[in-house]
């Protein structure tokens, strides 16, 4: 799959990365659907269907920034309204027990207990912040984790409390994963992963990040390796070129 990136400014924040790392993503999910629709699976993805959208939602540290960039450039109303809803899921989540060794769990991606995690959350019921009558309010800027979670079969195995797990195809590249890889090489910090609720009161925290900058040609580049070596790990991976 060639394509071809045009690098206009010098220096480059973490958040400036994600928008060329959404139209990646876009592409691999097209092709990707394509070659499983191609082989005959049936894939029930579909606007309005939205069981997925209580699962816990894991953000790179890019996407984070920028998420928050892109918050506030909305008119008030409307961003008001997205920051109240992830201040009151929060909110639920920090009301949990066991609330603080499963957030410390959670902080470092690739740990064991990530997929204990991620049943803890399931079990809370929370929908989504970004969720508003079956729809997600940020659909262009949804996180990676979200392009990048696909399934095949029934929509019926994605409830919660489904007894059969969902039949998650897995995507020949992780472009959430290349920004984690990309992010810990550039900061020299290790991979980390914030809960979509908790993301723009962790971005408070975080602001000093966010204003650091790179220069952006050795960025893009830095990038466009790891998503290669990554892609070059699995067999099933279309070519990428540049
Ligand atoms: S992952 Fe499951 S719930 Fe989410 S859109 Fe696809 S079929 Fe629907
Ligand atoms: S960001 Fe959008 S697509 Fe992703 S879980 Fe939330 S509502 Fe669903």
């Not at 799959?1 to 993503?25: G, Q, W, Y």
């Not at 920034?65 to 506030?72: I, N, P, W």
């Not at 995507?171 to 914030?194: C, F, K, N, Y």
Request: glycine content about 4%.
């Amino acid at each position: 799959m060639p394509f071809h990136i045009n690098v206009a400014v010098e220096k480059a924040t973490l958040a400036d990365i994600v928008p060329l790392a959404r139209k990646l993503s876009t592409k691999l999910a097209i092709a990707f659907l394509a070659g499983l629709r191609g082989n005959g699976q049936s894939v029930p993805c579909c606007k309005g269907c939205c069981a997925c959208c209580s699962y816990l939602i894991p953000l790179s540290v890019p996407e984070v920034f920028r998420l928050r960039e892109e918050l506030l450039e909305m008119p008030a109303e409307n961003s008001s309204r997205i920051f109240q809803s992830c201040l009151d899921t929060a909110k639920r989540i920090l009301d949990k027990k066991f609330r603080t060794s499963y957030l410390k769990s959670f902080s470092k991606s690739g740990q064991p207990r990530i997929n204990q995690v991620s049943k803890w959350y399931g079990g809370l019921e929370l929908a989504c912040p970004f969720l508003s009558d079956g729809l997600c309010m940020l659909y262009e800027q949804r996180p990676f984790a979200c392009r990048e979670h696909i399934v095949t079969g029934s929509a019926v195995s994605c409830q919660t409390d489904h007894r059969d797990e969902p039949n998650v195809a897995p995507m020949p590249v992780s472009i959430l994963e290349v920004l984690g890889q990309l992010t810990a090489e550039l900061e020299q910090s290790d991979i980390e992963a914030v809960m979509l609720p908790l993301a723009f009161a962790w971005a408070q925290d975080n602001l000093q990040r966010a204003e650091r900058t790179w220069p952006a040609v050795a960025m893009v580049k830095r990038f466009v390796e790891i998503l290669k070596l990554t892609a070059s790990k699995n067999s099933a991976a279309p070519v990428l070129s540049t």
